[in-house]
């Protein structure tokens, strides 16, 4: 939407590579991409624009790599429905190592315990209903043996309700 991920990929490592998916329905989001190709070259730093469940399957038909990718980072659709996808695409198409998904509210929410989907309901009625979508395509993926999360983290003041985890995919 701004390019803060993209940006902080590419700050994390001077090699690095970044496809980046994105609507680009925000004004801002096409100028901000296109600074950022400015700063740090086309080759580094690629951008596409529209819907995931359409420009995945292209990106990866169409990539030198063959579609590979070492990290993933999901956050884009908001719904269960559309978030699951994107990852069940992501996990099938890239097959990355490690996975970084945004808008988790609790562990006990997104991990695949046999309550996650109950936790993400106390989750949206007792703390946040912002990502409710979001967080039970984790619980989902999780549950469907898609994703083991190793760790979770949350900006202060924001504790379970919109943190940041790191797992991998299950294949």
Not at 42 to 51: D, N, W
Not at 69 to 96: H, N, Q, S, W
Not at 130 to 136: E, F, I, K, S
């Amino acid at each position: 939407m701004k390019g803060q991920s993209a940006l902080l990929f590419l700050e994390a490592h001077p090699n690095s590579t970044v496809s980046s998916f994105d609507l680009g329905n925000y004004r801002w989001s096409r100028p901000l991409a296109a600074l950022l190709q400015r700063a740090y070259g086309k080759q580094r730093l690629v951008v596409t624009f529209g819907y995931t469940n359409r420009t995945l399957p292209k990106y990866a038909a169409t990539h030198p790599r063959g579609g590979k990718c070492d990290v993933a980072f999901i956050d884009g659709d908001k719904t269960r429905v559309g978030r699951l996808k994107d990852m069940k695409e992501v996990r099938r198409l890239y097959k990355p190592s490690t996975i970084f998904f945004d808008e988790a509210t609790s562990l006990d929410c997104v991990s695949s315990q046999a309550r996650c989907a109950a936790a993400c309901e106390a989750d949206r009625r007792h703390k946040s209903d912002l990502w409710g979508g979001a967080t039970l395509a984790y619980c989902d993926a999780a549950q469907q043996g898609l994703i083991t999360i190793q760790r979770c983290a949350w900006p202060p003041g924001m504790q379970d309700m919109d943190g940041i985890c790191v797992g991998t995919f299950r294949y």
